[in-house]
């Protein structure tokens, strides 16, 4: 008996494409911009579909991005950083296409916090002034305010809020 031989020609059909879809205001990809502390999803489509998608995050200090959505190229994010731009990285390959990648850049944007002191507060001359805590809106991610303090000059004059 012989030995044969045989060899297995793969073509490649084409080049695999992707796009991408958001859950924020405009559910595009294009100039993305999120506050900090938005969560949101963002969903890479293949073209042909069934490829397997891979999304990482390039600047893990504005964002986290973990798995979930609405499909395998479905990612939440999450911003952690109220500066800077977040990059997301997603590569296709599906066999007998050419692989495909696409980034998504999400500029950060920091979140409003709201500082408000105590309305209307008078202490007679000559008196002492009385412990003053401020009141916060805004707060994300498990922040909070801190030590901060109340600093009332004499007179009628607005109070200055630091240390927040």
Known sequence: MSARSNSVTVNVIGTQSLSCSTSLGNNTCANLTATYGTQFSVTFTSNPPGAAITVQAQNNSQCTVSPGGSGPGSVNVTMTSGQGICTLNASAQTPYYNASNLS???????????????????VPFGHSIPAMPVTYTGFVNGDNGGNPSVTVPSGTLPSVVSGS
């Open 104 to 122: 998504v850049s999400i500029n950060a944007q920091p979140a409003v916090l709201t500082v408000s002191p105590p309305a209307n507060v008078s």
